[in-house]
C-alpha cells in the first residue's frame, strides 16, 4: 500500500497537465501523460503501465472522458477513474459514476481535493486487487480457478475446449452429468473465463429452496408483498447483474416458475414480487441438472420452450468410469489439496493404490474420488498413500471398526471411527475378501493380490481364521 504510486493523466490542455505533474511529483506520485484517449488505453491495455488510478478529462479530441471509462470497463479493466468534468452538473455526475468512474472533480481543478479524491482511489485499488489476489488463492485451493480443472482425458479436454469458447458470449449453457462429475466448477469456470469475471457469479440450488420462497428468492420482493415480507429483497438475479447465475437442479423448477423463467430470459427483465415496473438486468444463465431434461419434457413436467430456451449450448461431463486417464491426476490433485489443509507431506500412491483407484466404478464420480483421497491422507501415516487406507471405509458414515455381513455376501464393508484398524487386521481382512472373490483359487488370489504364492502362504500362516477358509 506505501509503494510509490503513479497516475496516468489524460489531458488535451498541456499547462494544465504541466501543473498537475509538477504538483503530484512533490507529493511523491507519478504522472504519466497522455493527451488522447485511445493511447492511454492501448497501454494499459497491453500492459505496458499498470497506474493506480487514471484521472480523464471529459471533453477529449477523440472520444469523450465517459466513452474511455466505458471502454476501460467493458475491456475488464478495473483501476479507478476519476473524471474531470467543467461544470457541476448532476447529470454528467451520474452518468460518470453509472459508465464506472470511480470519483469526479469539477474544473478549475483544486489540486488538494485531486489529491484526496486520487488518494482515495488508490486505497480502492489497492484492496480491490488484494480481494482479487485472495479470491483467486481460495478458488485455486477449491480447485475451482480454470486452471484448477484437472484432468486429461478427451472428453474433459474437449468441455475445457467448449468452455473457454463459449464463455465470450453470453449464450445459455446447459450443463448435464451425473452427481458428482464437476458440473459447477464448470459453471464457475466458464464465468471466470468470460469478460463478466469481475462480477458476481451467484448459484442457487432450485432444489434445496421451498418452492413457495424460490420466486422471491430469484427475482425479490417488494415491502410487504406477502406476509413475512417485511421488508423488501433483492433477488439472486439483481444480485447477479453484469455477471452469471448459475440455476443448479433446474429440473426441480416448477411448472409456474419455469414460465416466469422463460420470460426473464426473453425481455431480460425481472419483476420483483408485487411490483409491476420491471428492471432490466444483464446475467448470463448457466444452468445444470443430473436429470434428463428431454425425458422431463416428454412426460410434461418440463417446459419444452425454456428447454431450447436454455439449451443454447448443452454441455455434458461425463463420468468418471468413462474416462480414467482423469483419475490419477485428480487423486494427485486432491492429495496435494489434503496435504495442504491438514499439513500432511504424503508424497504419493503406492502401486497397489492406484491400480485401486484405477479400477473402482466411482459411482459418485469425481466427488467420491475427492472424498476417498481426503480420508486417506487422513489414515495414512507413512509418507505414502496404501491400498488399505482405501480399503478401511465404504461410503457410510464413520461408526466403528466392524466387518458388517450384509446381504453382498463377501461385501468388503469397513467402517471407520474412533478406533482404527491396525494395518494387519485390515491386511488379513483384505487378502480372506480377495480369496473368496477368487473362488478360493490360491494361485489367482496371489496373482489378484499382486503377491507370489509364497508370500500369500507367509501371510496366512498364523492366521487360524484364514487357515480355516482356506
Ligand atoms: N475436473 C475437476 N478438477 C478438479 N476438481 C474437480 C473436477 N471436477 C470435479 N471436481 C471436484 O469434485 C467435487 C464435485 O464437483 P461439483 O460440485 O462441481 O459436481 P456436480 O456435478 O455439481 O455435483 P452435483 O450434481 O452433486 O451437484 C468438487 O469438490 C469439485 O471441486
Ligand atoms: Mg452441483
Redesign the pocket.
Known amino acids: 500500500m506505501n509503494s510509490p504510486k503513479h497516475i496516468l493523466l489524460i489531458e488535451d490542455d498541456l499547462d494544465l497537465a504541466e501543473l498537475a505533474t509538477a504538483y503530484f511529483r512533490q507529493k511523491d506520485i507519478t504522472v504519466l501523460h497522455c493527451t488522447e484517449p485511445l493511447e492511454a488505453l492501448q497501454k494499459i491495455k497491453s500492459g505496458k503501465v499498470h497506474p493506480d488510478a487514471v484521472i480523464t478529462d471529459l471533453n477529449l479530441p477523440q472520444m469523450s472522458g465517459l466513452d474511455f471509462i466505458r471502454q476501460m470497463r467493458n475491456e475488464g479493466l478495473m483501476v479507478p477513474i476519476i473524471l474531470v468534468t467543467v461544470s457541476n452538473d448532476v447529470d454528467t455526475a451520474v452518468a460518470a459514476i453509472e459508465a464506472g468512474a470511480y470519483d469526479f472533480v469539477v474544473k478549475p481543478i483544486h489540486f488538494p481535493q485531486l489529491l484526496i479524491s486520487a488518494q482515495r482511489a488508490f486505497k480502492y485499488n489497492y484492496l480491490n486487487r488484494e480481494n482479487k489476489t485472495l479470491r483467486d488463492a481460495i478458488d485455486q485451493s477449491?480447485?475451482?480457478s480454470p486452471d484448477?480443472?484437472?484432468?486429461k482425458s478427451e472428453g474433459?479436454r474437449r468441455i475445457i475446449e467448449l468452455a473457454k469458447r463459449v464463455a465470450k458470449s453470453s449464450a445459455t449453457v446447459s450443463i448435464t452429468?451425473?452427481?458428482?462429475?464437476?458440473?459447477?466448477?464448470?459453471?464457475r469456470a466458464i464465468h471466470n473465463w468470460s469478460p463478466r469475471k469481475d462480477k458476481p457469479f451467484v448459484a442457487i440450488n432450485c432444489s434445496a429452496i421451498p418452492e413457495n420462497l424460490l420466486e422471491s428468492e430469484l427475482f425479490g420482493h417488494a415491502k410487504g408483498s406477502f406476509t413475512g415480507a417485511h421488508d423488501k429483497k433483492i433477488g439472486l438475479f439483481e444480485e447477479a447483474d453484469g455477471g452469471t447465475l448459475f440455476l443448479?437442479?433446474i429440473g426441480d423448477l416448477n411448472l409456474s416458475l419455469q414460465a416466469k423463467l422463460l420470460r426473464v430470459l426473453q425481455e431480460k427483465e425481472i419483476k420483483r414480487v408485487g411490483e409491476n415496473q420491471p428492471r432490466s438486468i444483464d446475467v448470463r444463465v448457466i444452468t445444470?441438472t443430473?436429470k434428463d431434461l428431454r425425458a422431463e419434457v416428454a412426460a410434461k413436467r418440463f417446459r419444452e420452450d425454456l428447454f431450447f430456451r436454455l439449451n443454447v449450448i448443452p454441455m455434458h461431463?461425463p463420468p468418471l468410469r468413462d474416462r480414467r486417464e482423469?483419475i490419477l491426476p485428480?487423486a494427485e490433485?486432491?492429495l496435494k489439496k489434503f496435504n495442504d489443509l491438514n499439513g500432511t507431506d504424503i508424497i504419493g500412491f503406492k502401486k497397489s493404490a492406484k491400480e485401486f483407484l484405477l479400477t473402482q466404478p466411482w459411482r459418485g464420480?469425481?466427488?467420491e474420488l475427492?472424498n476417498a483421497v481426503e480420508r486417506a491422507v487422513v489414515l495414512t501415516s507413512g509418507n505414502e498413500i496404501d491400498i488399505s487406507a482405501f480399503l478401511l471405509f465404504d461410503d457410510a458414515l464413520p461408526v466403528e471398526v466392524h466387518e458388517e455381513q450384509d446381504e453382498r455376501k463377501n461385501a468388503f464393508v469397513f467402517r471407520y471411527g474412533e478406533q482404527v484398524a491396525p494395518l494387519m487386521e485390515l491386511e488379513k481382512k483384505y487378502i480372506q475378501f480377495v480369496y473368496e472373490k477368487c473362488d478360493r483359487v490360491k494361485d489367482l488370489t496371489a496373482k489378484t493380490l499382486g503377491i507370489d504364492r509364497k508370500t500369500l502362504y507367509r501371510k496366512l500362516q498364523d492366521d487360524t481364521l484364514l487357515e480355516q477358509t482356506i
Open positions: 477449491k480447485g475451482l484448477g480443472i484437472i484432468g474433459i452429468g451425473e452427481s458428482g462429475t464437476g458440473k459447477e466448477v464448470f459453471a443448479d437442479e445444470a443430473h461431463i482423469d485428480l490433485f486432491f464420480n469425481v466427488r475427492e
